[in-house]
C-alpha cells in the first residue's frame, strides 16, 4: 500500500468532509429515498433516482475518503527549517522572464489548491523544485513553453 503524504491540515480537512458525509449527508439522502418511495412507481420517479445518484456518489466519495485517510502519512512542517525546497516548504519563486514573484507551499494531492498557492507535489514545478536551495533556478516545461524560476525563499510555516 502506498503512503500519501499530506498535512496535517489536509488530514483534518479530508476527516472534516468524512464526518460530515457520514453524519449529515447520508442520512438526509436515505431520508429522501424513503420520501421519494412513499410518491408511487418508481420507474417514473425522478426525485428517487436523484436521490439514488447521490447516494452513488456519497458511498464512493466515503470509500475514497476512507481509503486515503488509511494510507495518510502526516508530515509535520513545524519541526522542519532550512533553505532547501522539501514536502511542506513554502517556496517564494521569482520567473526570470519578468520578475514577477509567486509563493507555493508544496502539499499532497489530495489537498492541493492551486488557486490558494498550495501546489502537489507530484506537480511538475514542484518535483523540479524538491531539493533546490535558494539562490537555484529551476526550468520547467509549460504549456505555453519552457519556464525559468529562481528559488527566492523557502519557509516551513
Do not use: C, W
Request: glycine share 6%; no cysteine.
Amino acid at each position: 500500500m502506498e503512503k500519501i503524504p499530506m498535512t496535517p491540515a489536509g488530514l483534518t480537512v479530508l476527516e472534516d468532509e468524512l464526518r460530515n458525509l457520514k453524519a449529515v449527508e447520508r442520512p438526509a439522502v436515505i431520508k429522501a429515498i424513503a420520501e421519494a418511495r412513499e410518491h408511487g412507481d418508481l420507474s417514473e420517479n425522478a426525485e428517487y433516482h436523484a436521490a439514488r445518484e447521490r447516494q452513488s456518489f456519497i458511498e464512493g466519495r466515503v470509500a475514497e475518503l476512507e481509503d486515503v485517510i488509511s494510507r495518510a502519512q502526516v508530515i509535520d512542517i513545524a519541526s522542519m527549517s532550512g533553505d532547501q525546497v522539501r514536502f511542506g516548504a513554502t517556496v517564494t519563486l521569482a520567473d526570470e522572464d519578468s520578475d514577477e514573484e509567486v509563493v507555493y507551499t508544496i502539499v499532497g494531492a489530495h489537498e492541493a489548491d492551486i488557486k490558494s498557492g498550495r501546489m502537489s507535489v507530484h506537480s511538475p514545478l514542484a518535483r523540479a523544485l524538491i531539493s533546490k536551495h535558494i539562490g537555484d533556478t529551476v526550468e520547467v516545461t509549460a504549456p505555453g513553453g519552457s519556464k525559468s524560476y529562481e528559488v527566492v525563499d523557502v519557509k516551513f510555516i
